[in-house]
Nanobody, 128 residues
């Protein structure tokens, strides 16, 4: 059974940093793309960052580009999201997700309908 467990959320002041972790288990993810999404109260779930393991390619939403970095440790089957220069508008519930890569291309890695497994989320709060 596939499990994605996020951790690392919390309360941080604007301008601060957090690193989120997503521990994946239950299968190998060699042909998967992995991503982070977030959902703020009253808003739809939105893409944040993603990568396709083995390609070296990463993808970011415009709102986080240059501030957030997605990475992974394949040996630990863990995906990270380093978040720097946090803003109050970054506050949200952050979800880790994994999707079987049936089609290649940024469109498939940046849209939630192409992800098959989701974690429960970790809350990020940014005070101004």
């Amino acid at each position: 059974q596939v499990q994605l467990v996020e951790s690392g959320g919390g309360l941080v002041q604007a301008g601060g940093s957090l690193r989120l972790s997503c521990a994946a288990s239950g299968r190998t993810f060699s042909n998967y793309h992995m991503g982070w999404f977030r959902q703020a109260p009253g808003k739809e779930r939105a893409f944040v960052a993603a990568f396709k393991r083995g390609t070296g390619n990463t993808y970011y939403s415009d709102s986080v580009k240059g501030r957030f970095t997605i990475s992974d440790d394949a040996a630990k089957n863990t995906v990270y999201l380093q978040m720097n220069s946090l803003k109050p508008e970054d506050a949200a519930l952050y979800y880790c997700a994994a999707g079987r890569t049936l089609y290649s291309g940024s469109y498939y890695y940046t849209h939630s309908q192409y992800y098959d497994y989701w974690g429960q989320g970790t809350q990020v709060t940014v005070s101004s």
